[in-house]
């Protein structure tokens, strides 16, 4: 079975702080996504990456950056936490690009309050 | 027009009924086809996929995919209690698209 973890279930944050969002994987996938989810918005691509060292921007990007220094590990960064990105974040990991099905799998999700 | 449109809901129906949830799309180029279930709270949960036109079955669970009609459903048989969630509907194109969900209310 695919396992994707994240490093905490609830967070709160005050206005400006810096937030670490981390996500691992057991599976050896190749690709790694940050999703966040709002009500009445579904699910949104904040950026995603296909390798070590790589990211590519989704459809959210502002205020936000990624790292993926390991091919496990996928964080995503908050550089100056604002209100509006109390949230839902949900991370999930794909085996590959070349995949031809191209399923995700998502960890358990964390939610974020920004104060 | 939204990439992927479900009705939002609630779609209720009583236990040991069929459910049937819809999703179109507006993408021609779409290959694969995603079903997640969704619990309050709790964060998507892959039910199916299907890539294929026609039915495919898995238990009392059933995906439907049209692709001339750019349509996908799914279908629960003898729905429980249990199966009460929001399911989202997720399409592939170069990235996954997904519906903002149907929320389905099985009651007793």
């Known amino acids: 079975d695919v396992k994707v973890t994240q490093s905490s279930r609830y967070l709160v944050k005050r206005t400006g702080e810096k937030v670490f969002l981390e996500c691992v994987q057991d599976m050896d996938h190749e690709n790694m996504f940050w999703y966040r989810q709002d009500p009445g918005l579904g699910l949104r691509l904040i950026y995603f990456?296909?390798?070590?060292?790589?990211?590519e921007k989704g459809d959210i990007p502002e205020g936000y950056s990624v790292s993926r220094e390991k091919k496990e590990r996928f964080s995503l960064i908050l550089e100056s936490a604002s209100t509006n990105q109390t949230s839902m974040y949900l991370c999930?990991?794909?085996?590959?690009?070349?995949?031809?099905?191209?399923?995700?799998?998502f960890g358990p999700g964390t939610r974020l309050l920004v104060l | 027009q939204k990439e992927v449109e479900q009705n939002s809901g609630p779609l209720s129906v009583p236990e040991g009924a069929i459910a049937s949830l819809n999703c179109t799309y507006s993408d021609r180029g779409s290959q694969s086809f995603f079903w997640y279930r969704q619990y309050s709270g709790k964060s998507p949960e892959l039910i199916m996929f299907i890539y294929s036109n026609g039915d495919k079955e898995d238990g009392r669970f059933t995906a439907q995919l049209n692709k001339a009609s750019q349509y996908v459903s799914l279908l629960i048989r003898d729905s429980q209690p249990s199966d009460s969630a929001t399911y989202l509907c997720?399409?592939?194109?170069?990235?996954?698209?997904f519906g903002t969900g149907t929320r389905l209310q099985v009651f007793p």
């Open positions: 990456s296909y390798d070590v060292k790589m990211k």
């Open positions: 999930a990991s794909m085996l590959s690009s070349r995949d031809r099905i191209k399923t995700q799998y």
């Open positions: 997720a399409v592939n194109t170069d990235k996954l698209i």
